[in-house]
């Protein structure tokens, strides 16, 4: 039973454009969310967190907010670059190291 | 430093052989995590250690799937004995208990096991 959901697994933007990446989560006992970002042939890497104290977080160009109500996050890319193109995981851990992946969106950065 | 160490990067075995995959964390960190990757389920994870003792292995599929962690720098997983559905990309990952960045999993290359 999967408690984090990534329900586009693919979404293509133009260069420059933004780009809005979704993630809902179910366990109510989440408290720190973060994206991952993952090249083909590499492991994943950290990209971004938020705590459930906050409801948005900015790192340049990337941003993530935090909906608790909805159990929803959002991460924003703007404005999208090709490198950017990867594939994206939206993360939740509950106060423990343990971390629960969604399946992940791969975005596609036309130029 | 050196990041996340993982062994074979590339694994092509017959369906009931034995497999063995192997880590090393980024030194100094004391939780260690296996976790793999299908299309269908994005990134599971299987098990993880802290301070080489197991503390959830909820994760892991079937008796056929073990792990160790005989000291802090070296964790393998084995699958005895493997099946085409264990086909998948096998990562590792390392952190360390109130760290700078606690919480982010650093993660190795991966190891994508293929069984025929």
């Known amino acids: 039973d999967q408690q984090v959901k990534q329900n586009s697994p693919s979404l293509s933007v133009q260069e420059g454009r933004i780009s809005i990446l979704n993630c809902d989560y179910t366990?109510?006992?989440?408290?720190?969310f973060l994206w991952y970002k993952k090249y083909p042939a590499e492991g994943p890497t950290f990209l971004i967190s938020?705590?459930?104290?906050?409801d948005k977080n900015e790192d340049g160009r990337f941003t993530v907010f935090l909906n608790k109500s909805a159990k929803h996050l959002s991460l924003h890319i703007v404005p999208s670059q090709p490198g950017d193109s990867a594939v994206y995981f939206c993360a939740a851990s509950d106060s423990s190291y343990k971390l629960s992946f969604g399946a992940g969106t791969t975005v596609t950065v036309r130029a | 430093d050196a990041g996340v160490i993982q062994s074979p990067r590339h694994e092509v075995t017959e369906m009931g052989q034995e497999v063995t995959l192997r880590c090393k964390p980024i030194?100094?960190?004391?939780?260690l995590f296996w976790y793999r990757q299908t299309m269908m389920r994005g990134l599971e994870l299987l098990i993880y250690f802290n301070n080489n003792v197991p503390i959830d292995d909820s994760g892991m599929p079937e008796d056929r799937f073990s792990a160790k962690m005989p000291n802090a720098s070296f964790s393998t997983l084995k699958i005895q004995p493997s099946e085409p559905r264990d086909s998948a990309v096998y990562f590792c990952?390392?952190?360390?208990?109130?760290?700078?960045?606690?919480?982010?999993?650093?993660f190795g290359e991966g190891s994508r096991l293929t069984v025929l």
């Open positions: 990952a390392s952190t360390r208990q109130g760290g700078p960045g606690s919480g982010e999993l650093f």
């Open positions: 938020i705590s459930s104290i906050k």
């Open positions: 030194s100094g960190h004391d939780y």
């Open positions: 366990n109510s006992m989440f408290d720190y």
